[in-house]
């Protein structure tokens, strides 16, 4: 995710009147409103005359979304996205922490790229954050904050949900928790969350909430990385349509071009629907005073927004990836999310969302590994520089003889279908012969010399 802190600074000019610069600069007129969501425009004035009265800007975004094959201009009120839902981020780049949540706001501290901070609250464009070190509580853009992997996040109530005292739906309520609060799931219980809100300990119907799950392609499970779909209730589906707990999951990798909506759409995407955002932009209003019309709203610029995941003819996405079926996928570890797939052609990412083909493999499948010594596999071929380059480490003749001599078997077939590994210092592969599958082992810098694994 790429972002861009934004601030501009008022230019002053002279002017002999008020009047006389509605009259004589309406060429450049500007429509302004007596209130950001007013639809019709209270009057018009020119740009120097608005930039010499400005009294505050603020930024707003808007998303272009696609659903059901249509596409919809969304504001940014009627969506909730990845960075919404976390609750551990860090910083871009280096960026001032806010005392409130405008760009022409004082600033509190300077914090240093890579900060850690926790999300308390967010709108459309700001999140009210707490400084991991120090507990400095301030705002900044959420364009200038990126999710962690190792952050499982929070829960947001898409409508108003009741807290009732035991997991069902016929138990007594004992509050009503408005929409769009963050709260943390305690435990899972046939369709309902035990939560802590206000004080009071209850639970609510997991169905009202999203959370990070609802925006992940990677699950951390049982010391690995799996491609996921979507979520359903408390669970996470998997690639091959298994159900997995979300209590079990440390960790997911998002992605930002979804959103999940928050206020429905006439005709459009509805309450809860999953939309694909195309394009995200953003726009500074400006509040003036000016005489005859008082406190008055304007479009000033147009913002940078966050851009949009470009990739080059080589490169896919991790939702792209998702459209394919998946034949072998490996990570190096839960904090780190460099990795590699197998997908209709092998792939690499360094960060999980965006996938480099290596055209050494054209658009076969094999089997991928890495192993905890940090050597990458796919299929017979092994790497020692995280991927960049591969040479073979299997011989063919070498296995079948290594077959003969053992099982007195000559194989008329060898097709690698599996790497695992055995220890620090030795590797195995799974090798079908079309009659009959054996596993044989080789020691990791030496694959010279395989012997079979017999049951």
């Not at 009120?77 to 976390?86: G, P, T």
């Not at 005392?99 to 914090?111: E, F, M, P, Q, V």
């Not at 400084?131 to 853009?141: A, C, I, K």
């Not at 997991?206 to 690995?224: E, G, M, P, Q, Y």
């Amino acid at each position: 995710m790429h972002s861009i802190f934004w601030s501009v600074l008022p230019i002053f000019f002279a002017f002999p009147s008020a009047h006389g610069a509605l009259a004589t600069d309406a060429s450049a007129a500007i429509s302004f409103y007596r209130a950001k969501e007013s639809s019709f425009a209270s009057g018009q004035a020119s740009r120097t005359l608005l930039e010499s009265r400005l009294l505050s800007t603020q930024i707003e975004s808007t998303y272009r979304a696609r659903w059901d094959r249509k596409e919809y201009e969304l504001e940014s009120n009627q969506l909730l996205r990845d960075i919404q839902v976390a609750k551990l981020v860090d910083t871009t780049s280096s960026c001032q922490l806010l005392a409130l949540n405008r760009n022409d706001s004082g600033t509190i501290k300077i914090l240093n790229a890579g900060a850690s901070v926790e999300i308390l609250e967010t709108d459309g464009y700001w999140a009210k954050v707490k400084t991991y070190r120090d507990q400095v509580t301030g705002w900044l853009p959420l364009t200038m904050l990126k999710n962690r992997h190792d952050d499982s996040g929070v829960f947001v109530n898409v409508i108003d949900t009741y807290l009732r005292s035991e997991a069902s739906s016929l138990a007594k309520v004992i509050t009503t928790i408005p929409r769009l609060k963050r709260v943390e799931a305690l435990e899972f219980s046939k369709g309902f969350m035990k939560i802590s809100y206000s004080g009071m300990t209850g639970f609510v119907d997991i169905n009202h909430f999203t959370s990070r799950a609802d925006f992940a392609s990677l699950a951390f499970v049982d010391n690995k990385w799996i491609p996921v779909t979507h979520r359903n209730g408390e669970f996470v589906i998997d690639t091959n349509l298994r159900k997995i707990p979300l209590n079990k999951i440390l960790g997911f990798v998002t992605s930002s071009t979804r959103g999940v909506v928050t206020r429905a759409t006439p005709n459009g995407p509805q309450l809860l629907s999953r939309v694909e955002i195309v394009k995200p932009e953003a726009n500074i209003w400006a509040l003036s005073k000016i005489d005859g019309h008082g406190e008055v709203w304007w479009k000033r610029n147009a913002a940078p927004a966050e851009s949009a995941i470009v990739t080059a003819k080589n490169t896919i996405t991790t939702d792209e990836l998702m459209k394919r079926e998946i034949y072998s996928i490996a990570f190096e570890s839960k904090t780190s999310v460099r990795g590699i797939v197998s997908a209709e052609g092998v792939y690499t990412t360094e960060d999980g969302l965006t996938w480099k083909s290596i055209p050494q493999f054209g658009k076969q499948n094999y089997p991928v590994f890495i192993h905890p010594k940090g050597y990458w596999f796919v299929g017979a071929f092994k790497s020692t520089n995280q991927g960049q380059s591969f040479e073979p480490f299997v011989r063919w003749e070498q296995v079948a003889d290594a077959i003969q001599a053992s099982l007195h078997k000559n194989p008329k077939l060898l097709r690698l279908t599996q790497i695992e590994a055995v220890s620090n210092s030795q590797i195995i592969i799974n090798v079908d012969t079309g009659t009959s599958k054996i596993k044989l082992s080789s020691n990791l810098g030496d694959s010279s010399n395989w012997s079979v694994i017999r049951k």
